[in-house]
């Protein structure tokens, strides 16, 4: 089993919908959770991070940790053209090693 | 505010030459460096990384070898490329937080290297 598992996509939305993505972990000692926003050709841009369990907000987005069923969540709310990008979560296991998930692709259609 | 840098944006390398990929960072001090290779639809492969001038830890054997000459440089080589080298070329930094809290990573605009 993946320590972080991904679904790849791609998401293809309306303009204005509520995105949804997801990644779930295996080990239940993970603590520091993190979403990264990546444009094409481009390095990844951190969008937000949590510790340990529940919600983070910050303008249309939402960053969901659920520890019971080792589960992540980033929600887009009145999601935007320019939201089309490929995301990451990315979880830190506390030292040096960040483990990322493969990347979901989002299209948001106009 | 920090900001981290890479050259070349892009690279195109015949099988068997050599490689110098280089990243700085500037508006921190003796941050942690990282190199990480994002093949297309996989996620990121951690390479290296580096608490301190001199220090490397290696996490993938391979022909690929970092160096850290300076505090905020960070330098990526190869003596001789393969084809399986190809990739999306990544350098991070982060503020050398150790510990059970974890950390962010902030990454750099990459390296497109195609191996021909």
């Known amino acids: 089993q993946k320590e972080v598992e991904q679904d790849p996509g791609p998401l293809s939305v309306p303009e204005g919908a509520i995105v949804s993505l997801n990644c779930t972990y295996s080990?239940?000692?993970?603590?520091?959770f993190m979403w990264y926003r990546q444009y094409s050709r481009k390095g990844p841009e951190l969008l937000m991070y949590?510790?340990?369990?529940g919600n983070k907000e910050d303008g249309r987005f939402t960053a969901q940790v659920d520890k019971s069923s080792k589960y992540i969540s980033l929600f887009i709310r009145d999601s935007q053209p320019s939201d089309s990008a490929t995301y990451l979560c990315?979880?830190?296991?506390?030292?040096?090693?960040?483990?990322f998930g493969a990347g979901t692709r989002l299209f948001v259609k106009a | 505010s920090q900001t981290i840098h890479q050259w070349p944006a892009t690279l195109v390398q015949p099988v068997g030459s050599p490689l110098s990929l280089e990243c700085t960072v500037e508006?921190?001090?003796?941050?942690?460096l990282y190199w990480y290779r994002q093949a297309a639809g996989r996620g990121l492969q951690l390479l290296f990384y580096?608490?301190?001038?001199?220090?490397i830890s290696s996490e993938v054997p391979q022909n690929l070898s970092a160096s850290r000459p300076q505090d905020r440089q960070f330098i990526l080589s190869s003596k001789k490329l393969l084809l399986s080298d190809s990739g999306f070329y990544l350098c991070?930094?982060?503020?050398?937080?150790?510990?059970?809290?974890?950390?962010?990573?902030?990454f750099g605009p990459g390296t497109r290297l195609t191996v021909l």
């Open positions: 508006g921190t001090s003796n941050p942690n």
């Open positions: 080990n239940s000692a993970f603590q520091y």
């Open positions: 580096s608490v301190g001038i001199g220090q």
């Open positions: 991070a930094w982060s503020v050398g937080r150790v510990g059970p809290d974890g950390e962010e990573q902030f």
């Open positions: 949590t510790y340990s369990s």
């Open positions: 990315a979880i830190n296991t506390g030292g040096f090693k960040t483990i």
